[in-house]
């Protein structure tokens, strides 16, 4: 019972590897991706704007 195989010993191994890189491939990709740029919205006299979403906010709140 003290031997030890290879199949288990790989395996321990496997999953040792995949913890670690899994986490550092993520950081790798979120520090060489390009910053994105939020487009400005129109603002209409700091008013809400109309839209399908506002519209089905406002009826839905109608008693």
């Known amino acids: 019972m003290s031997e030890k195989t290879e199949a288990s010993a790989s395996r321990r191994d496997f999953l040792k590897l995949a ?3 899994a986490p550092a491939a993520v950081a790798a990709v979120a520090v060489s991706g390009t910053e994105a740029e939020a487009a400005e919205t129109p603002s ?20």
Do not use: E, K, P, V
């Open 19 to 21: 913890g670690t890189a």
């Open 44 to 63: 209409a006299n700091g008013r809400m704007q109309d839209t399908a979403h506002t519209r089905a906010y406002l009826a839905s709140t109608r008693f």
